[in-house]
């Protein structure tokens, strides 16, 4: 059994800043790679940023130069550092990761259960 929890979403002014982490857990052998995802209302979900396991980093149009993402391997986390907030970046942000259990399972892809960021004054 795979979980990823996310925490640290919340109400903010726009302008301010949020820092989202994700918290891999369970049986694990290997972490490829991990990201952000974020579903607006009435929106299809998106992604925000991506991170493999050496650090190489893609990120959506809409946010770079204000998100960075970043992971501690040894810890299994994922962290996603929003700056310069907006109204719409509003929207459940999501932690997935690429998994596998067993040194001989296949990867697999596996979500949280998101977090609410609002960006609101």
């Known amino acids: 059994q795979v979980q990823l929890v996310e925490s640290g979403g919340g109400l903010v002014q726009p302008g301010g800043s949020l820092r989202l982490s994700c918290a891999a857990s369970?049986?694990?052998?290997?972490?490829?790679?991990m990201g952000w995802y974020r579903q607006a209302p009435g929106k299809q979900r998106e992604l925000v940023a991506r991170?493999?396991?050496?650090?190489?980093?893609n990120y959506a149009d809409s946010v770079k130069g204000r998100f960075t993402i970043s992971r501690d391997n040894a810890k299994k986390l994922v962290y996603l550092e929003m700056n310069s907030l907006e109204p719409e970046d509003t929207a459940v942000y999501y932690c997935?990761?690429?998994?596998?259990?067993?040194?001989?399972?296949?990867?697999?892809?596996?979500w949280g259960e998101g977090t609410l960021v609002t960006v609101s004054s």
């Open positions: 997935k990761a690429m998994i596998k259990q067993f040194r001989t399972s296949p990867l697999s892809q596996y």
């Open positions: 369970g049986t694990i052998f290997s972490i490829n790679a």
């Open positions: 991170i493999t396991t050496d650090g190489n980093t």
